[in-house]
Nanobody
Framework: QVHLVESGGGLVQPGGSLRLSCAAS????????MGWYRQTPGKQRELVAA???????NYVDSVKGRFTISRDNAKNSAYLQMNSLKPEDTAVYYC???????????WGQGTQVTVSS
């Protein structure tokens, strides 16, 4: 099992940048695929980006070229660098850890990102 805590959300103007961080504790961090999801009211949670320990990353089309997911296994942390933010990026962002062994998902508490002028 793993416990996740996000930080780094906030209010930013369109075109600005934010960096989200996710600190993990518990089981072997490197055993998990780390991902970032987002959710707006009335909509399903959406996978934004995911990254394996081997470095394989994938992104939802709407953020390609603007967002970068990374991880530091030595620090048990994952990050989401968000550049060129748009109002439609406004959402609660959740850190996710997925175990390839148990097929279990673990979630952080979420952090609000608001893109507005």
């Amino acid at each position: 099992q793993v416990h996740l805590v996000e930080s780094g959300g906030g209010l930013v103007q369109p075109g600005g940048s934010l960096r989200l961080s996710c600190a993990a504790s518990g089981s072997m961090f490197s055993d998990y695929v780390m991902g970032w999801y987002r959710q707006t009211p009335g909509k399903q949670r959406e996978l934004v980006a995911a990254l394996t320990s081997g470095g394989s990353a994938n992104y939802v089309d709407s953020v390609k070229g603007r967002f970068t997911i990374s991880r530091d296994n030595a620090k048990n942390s994952a990050y989401l660098q968000m550049n060129s933010l748009k109002p439609e990026d406004t959402a609660v962002y959740y850190c996710n850890a997925f175990s390839l062994f148990t097929r279990s998902h673990y979630w952080g508490q979420g952090t609000q990102v608001t893109v507005s002028s």
